[in-house]
């Protein structure tokens, strides 16, 4: 099973080449794309329909990727999902853990829950919906309880000041 694909391609006047035809593209799953397209990749990539005949693939794409990865999404099945994790490879929404703080305090206690194998620690800068900069340590999904059981375990074993 793969599922058709729509896209909205809208021409990006701020270009400094006219000649080229650039565009932003915008998917029902994940927004706006960080890659820019041309008229000619356009082209080959699909047909151009009209806005009424796109909505009906477009608004079920888009809220089946609230809780659907793309590989489910686009094929019917994912190799990734298990037990112990959820793939969530163009999902719409994402949930991100991040450490902040006096986070070089507790780095012995993360690198202990995040092990070198399966991830890299990641030190990332966000500003929330409401303008409080965050920065901090991404935790991976699958170390987050892992953490949270050994910080509480440093904190009932250290002295209460």
């Known amino acids: ?15 400094r080449s006219l000649t080229k035809h650039i565009f932003r593209i915008y998917k029902p ?3 706006l794309q960080s890659k820019v397209e041309t008229l000619t990749s356009l082209r080959e990539k699909g047909t151009k329909v009209q806005p009424e005949d796109a909505k009906h ?16 999404l686009w094929y019917g099945n994912c190799r990734r999902v298990n037990a112990n994790y959820s793939c969530d490879i163009g999902l719409r929404k994402r949930i991100y853990h991040i ?5 070089l305090s507790v780095w012995s206690t993360l690198e202990k829950a995040v092990p070198h194998m399966h991830s890299k620690l ?40």
């Open 1 to 15: 099973m793969v599922r058709k694909s729509v896209m909205l391609a809208v021409a990006d006047t701020s270009s």
């Open 29 to 31: 799953n994940t927004g």
């Open 57 to 72: 693939l477009w608004t079920d794409i888009h809220e089946c990727a609230e809780k659907m990865c793309g590989h489910i």
């Open 99 to 103: 450490l902040s703080g006096s986070v």
């Open 122 to 161: 990641q030190i990332v800068r966000l500003k929330t919906k409401d303008g409080l900069r965050v920065i901090g340590t991404l935790v991976p999904h699958s170390a987050v309880e892992s953490l949270l059981s050994l910080l509480s375990q440093s904190s009932q074993s250290s002295p209460s000041s």
